[in-house]
């Protein structure tokens, strides 16, 4: 089932890639009512930000929390488009690296290209999965991720390995998408939105559970800010208005959690 889910996801991130736009954190509902939600902030006032590399597929800024220096080495998990790996390149400056990681090859190309089209030195594109990440033990200073972990799988072990590349002494900073409480039925088991990053989505107690269980310490919840789904949007996937109208009802939600972790 995992397997499939990767496909599923790489299959629609792909898509993003190909046709240059996403559709916020659901890149598969392009061309439906979903199009114009979405979960991303703005990086209109972000030093370094690179439009032509921003799909909108963010629920955060983890840059924002994550105490990068100069000289650092950073690893972008998910990097897409290379986004956020552009934004922490002008922290670390000439004397630092940024390695974005992405498991879908249209993504490392896309990025690539904007490497090259904007003119980074400081910066590489890998093709791999979280879960096996393809560095050495001990090698980077700052991990940083947006809305990327909720797509695994299997988080704990992708937090192990988080926990296995990072330094003694490093951290991370992470955006990511939360559930608190019970989303309707329709909803967790769509597929679609398993890639739009809500149903793949562990609770919030269940996520800091997996961070601490890869050995992390000192965590820390730098953001929280409950998402608004359109109604036409949640409408796709319950079964009926009424089921919207006690979902609406309820204190369940989706959250956009930032958190900050240290090894």
């Not at 792909?14 to 954190?25: E, F, I, L, M, P």
């Not at 922290?91 to 993504?107: C, F, K, L, Q, S």
């Not at 997996?210 to 109604?231: C, H, L, S, V, Y």
């Not at 949007?233 to 959690?257: G, M, R």
Request: proline share 3%.
């Amino acid at each position: 089932m995992s397997q499939e889910i990767k496909e599923h996801v790489k299959e629609a991130y792909t898509r993003v890639a190909n046709s240059g736009a996403g559709c916020g954190c659901g890149p598969t509902a392009c061309g439906s009512p979903a199009q114009d939600w979405t979960l991303s902030e703005s990086y209109s006032n972000v030093n370094g930000y690179e439009a032509e590399a921003d799909y909108a597929l963010g629920c955060g800024i983890p840059t924002e929390h994550a105490k990068i220096k100069k000289g650092d080495t950073v690893l972008d998990l998910g990097s897409g488009a290379g986004n956020d790996v552009f934004v922490a390149s002008r922290i670390v400056g000439d004397t630092g690296h940024v390695i974005g990681v992405d498991m879908t090859e249209a993504m490392i190309e896309k990025a690539n290209e904007n490497k090259q089209k904007l003119d980074y030195d400081n910066v590489d594109f890998v093709l791999g999965e979280i879960e096996n990440l393809p560095l050495r033990d001990n090698s980077i200073d700052v991990s940083v991720s947006n809305c990327v972990l909720n797509l695994v799988p299997d988080k704990e072990k992708a937090y192990q390995e988080v926990y296995r590349v990072l330094k003694p002494g490093g951290h991370f900073s992470m955006s990511d998408i939360v559930l608190r409480g019970n989303l309707p039925k329709g909803i967790m088991e769509a597929a679609e939105m398993y890639a739009g990053c809500i149903s793949g989505a562990l609770q919030q107690e269940e996520y800091i559970k997996a961070i601490k269980n890869a050995g992390f310490k000192n965590i820390t919840i730098t953001k929280e800010r409950e998402i608004e789904m359109p109604d036409d949007v949640l409408l796709q996937y319950v079964c009926c208005p009424e089921e919207l109208e006690k979902f609406k009802a309820s204190d369940n939600a989706v959250i956009s959690l930032g958190v900050y972790a240290e090894k």
